[in-house]
């Protein structure tokens, strides 16, 4: 097996059973097995267990980040350019569009969707502080670019409903797949730009509504 087939077949195979056990439920023999490749294998191509999901992490986080940021700043310099303020909406989808687009990217990517949702809730915070140090800048960027959108907007209040933006966001990512087979009401829409629409739709009122 060629060092580069092993490495991505070590990363598919942590990115599945990370999301299915966890980071500390997850062992290197569980993964290697999995990979079909050795211990070894592992310290060759990452060194430690923590850097094996560093990696699987920004394999998939990184090139998202790259997309939502490059919209973010196409709107920041739209907006100079103008010298207006950027809009609410485009804002919004700048990052929410390519985040639900995600789920049906490429093949693995619920399996990652599934374990960040797992990171943040398990007591071992490795994962947890690896994803929000890689998602932190492109957050921080959103939330300017929120600001310029609603210049009038307490920045408390700015930064609640970001959160409550995020939190409905984040519901969607991690549940949409797990809603119809639970029993529960089915969504009313299964695609990535409907479901965009109707979250901006949401949203943007929210965002807009009186201090």
């Known amino acids: 097996m060629e060092p580069k087939e092993t490495k991505s077949r070590l990363l598919d195979a942590a990115e599945h059973l990370f999301a299915e056990n966890g980071y500390h439920g997850t062992s290197l023999r569980m993964i290697t097995a999995a990979a079909g490749a050795n211990l070894a294998a592992v310290n060759y191509h990452f060194g430690s267990k923590e850097a094996l999901i560093e990696a699987v992490i920004e394999r ?9 940021s490059e919209r973010l ?8 350019r103008r010298a207006a303020a950027p809009d609410l ?30 990171a943040m809730a398990d007591p071992n915070d490795t994962a947890r502080n690896i994803f929000i140090s890689r998602v932190m800048p492109v957050f921080t960027l959103w939330h300017q670019c929120l600001a310029q959108a609603l210049p009038r907007l307490d920045a408390k209040i700015l930064s609640w409903r970001l959160h409550f933006a995020i939190g409905a966001l984040s519901h969607i990512m991690h549940n949409l797949d797990k809603l119809p087979a639970a029993g529960a009401m089915p969504p009313a829409a299964d695609s990535a730009p409907e479901i965009t629409e109707l979250l901006l739709s949401f949203l943007c009122p929210g965002m807009e509504a009186p201090q």
């Open 89 to 118: 909406r485009q804002t919004l989808a700048a990052f929410i569009e390519p985040t639900l687009s995600f789920r049906h990217a490429g093949p693995g990517n619920r399996d990652f969707i599934a374990l960040i949702a797992r």
């Open 73 to 80: 700043q196409a709107l920041l310099a739209d907006a100079d």
């Open 60 to 68: 998939r986080l990184l090139p998202l980040n790259r997309l939502r």
